[in-house]
Structures are given as structure tokens and as C-alpha cells.
């Protein structure tokens, strides 16, 4: 059975940080491509970052480019997003996912997601 499960999600000043995890299991971790999305409370879920399965190749959405991370752990079957700078408009649930072959921005391409931990900043 496929699990993501994020964690690391709360409430936060704006202009601190925070780190999300996404622990995966029961598939080949290796062989996908993680990404981490967000839904803001009236929005439509938005890309925010993903990484190859080699973690050799990283993209990011504009709007985080140079404050957030991606990272990865083979090891420990474990994708991060270190989150600096924040803004009240990085409050969302962010949510991690994974696909088969090659970095989509569209939520709908992605095969696996996990439930979501909520990030609130505050200003």
C-alpha cells in the first residue's frame, strides 16, 4: 500500500521557516519523481516544487524560487521542502506527491498524494 505522509506543517511569523517532510512507503521511491503542491482556502492547488528521483534535477514556482528547497533522502524514502523567508501568502496546506516519470506542474498528472499538513503564517 502507497503512503506519503507530511509532517513538519504549523504556524509561523512571517519571515521564519519551516521544514516539511514527506515520508513515502510502499513503492520504489527511487523510481519517482517527488513534488510538493499547496491549496490555499479558496484556491485551486498550485505546483511548488519537485525533484528528480536522482535528485539532480530540481524546478520551482516562481512565486517560491530563492526562499524554498527541495530536497531528498533515498535512503530514508524521505522528500523535504525547507521553507524560509515565509510569507502570509505562503499559507496553504502543502501537500506531497509523486509521479511515475519526468516533473509535471499539473496535480492531476501525479499518480500518489499524501493528506497534507497545514502552514499558517502569520504577519
Known amino acids: 500500500q502507497v503512503q506519503l505522509v507530511e509532517s513538519g506543517g504549523g504556524l509561523v511569523q512571517a519571515g521564519g521557516s519551516l521544514r516539511l517532510s514527506c515520508a513515502a512507503s510502499?513503492?520504489?521511491?527511487?523510481?519517482?519523481?517527488m513534488a510538493w503542491f499547496r491549496q490555499a482556502p479558496g484556491k485551486e492547488r498550485e505546483f511548488v516544487a519537485a525533484i528528480s528521483w536522482t535528485g539532480a534535477s530540481t524546478n520551482y514556482a516562481g512565486s517560491v524560487k530563492g526562499r524554498f528547497t527541495i530536497s531528498m533522502d533515498n535512503a530514508k524514502s524521505t522528500v523535504y521542502l525547507q521553507m524560509n523567508s515565509l510569507k502570509p501568502e505562503d499559507t496553504a496546506v502543502y501537500y506531497c506527491a509523486a509521479r511515475r516519470s519526468g516533473v509535471s506542474y499539473f496535480p492531476n498528472a501525479h499518480d500518489y498524494w499524501g493528506q497534507g499538513t497545514r502552514v499558517t503564517v502569520s504577519s
Open positions: 510502499g513503492y520504489t521511491f527511487s523510481s519517482y519523481f
